[in-house]
């Protein structure tokens, strides 16, 4: 009666980039559990129970989940992008270590997906082509001053950054204060993508360069990616420009 | 006669985890480049023509397949994992960047797919739950000096490190630097992830600490994870332990 787990990565939202994998696995689940707007994208089933919860309630939906699971059923979490990638696999992993020791006896299987920071990247080119570093502007679990150090840390060793959760509703100023310490480190014309709901309705991509950054633009559906030095934008007649960072590097100065 | 190049992902290498994206792409296409053993995961057909070349003639590859395009075919490189992430993208980018007008009027699309890191990562738990970045080891095109910029400023800020590319014959002494470099930030109980050939034959995944962590074992088919001071490790009885690293974050000491 152990049951079983899977943590399942539903990609950036488009069908055709939900993984054969995904698919069996929300297949054969019994109980479905997610954030509603993911749930929705999975038809529904008569012999499929679902239970929807709110954006925030993600330890609360792990726990749930593991419950169930852990009473013998096959259980699913959705989760947007790659469940890994500031998603739903790591609060699973939190209430399992806090959890009762049954929760270690569920058969546990975490179902890649697409992460929003590839699936933007593939749109506009290349940006991510040279090392690279995914940091959340949400600083509801760590300290702004931590968010700070890890971006002049990145931005002055080279590293091309893509911003997650860049704002919401309750952080409304912490992306202009990330592009404002970006500007101390990197060149007025770095370039910067914007990449909304991309491979969705609405899906809408922007290339700016940093002094130009209006961070009135991003919003949560918004994934952003701040080049290096060494990122460079190739213009093209009547297209979108590619924007890619050259697999070379040379020293970066101090 | 603009043509058109897909450079596709095919993710870690189990066909399940291929997106219908990339099916479609591949499918598509009159003619496939690619290094060898990725042309080898696609199924032949007598209508598709196939030019294999070495891992090490990206450029070279790259340029004929646009050239190809160019005369007005569809045409698609194969990539392994995500074809942004230390692979094809970038080097079809330099290309079109370097070459004739031509290249810059094909249409090109960029299909993303499971980079190593996430296909590891899930097998694991979610080491990749918090901060992190992705850095090749390979200084065959930037200087040993960088990259050992990059492993400080990483580590010594809380970013959990994804090491692509730890080893390969001509490199051989690279990735035992890098781990004694990380060593000098990160607490020696610190989990690091060895995550070989994940999804193929001969997988083979192992949880060892970063004072233990034995350079040997990786080859040019390992990616390395190595953890933050915050991430965890759950034993599970019978099972591999769940390795994860949590949403949340305090400051990281100086």
Redesign the interface.
Known sequence: MSGHLAVV?L?PG????????AD?ALAAAQALYGYGPYLDRVPARADQSRRASDNRE?RTRAAAALRHAALGARVAVVSGG?????AM??????E??AGPESF??I??T??????AM??V???I????????????LSDN???W??IE??L???A????VIALYNPVSRARPWQFGAAIARLRRHLPPATPVVFGRAVTRPGEQISVITLDRADTAEADMATLVIVGSRDT?V????G?LP?V?????????SA
Chains 1, 2 share one sequence.
């Open positions: 990565g990609g488009d069908a055709r980039c939900l993984t054969p994998e069996e993600e790659d469940p890994g990638v500031f696999a790591a609060a699973v992993c939190e399992i270590e270690r006896l058969d546990v975490i179902v890649p997906g697409i992460t590839l699936a990247a593939a749109r080119g290349s940006p991510l082509g040279h090392d690279f570093c995914a940091l959340s679990l760590k300290p001053e931590l150090r890890r002049d840390a990145a002055s060793t080279g590293f460079r190739i213009p093209r007649p297209k590619l890619y960072t050259p697999r070379a590097a040379a020293e970066v």
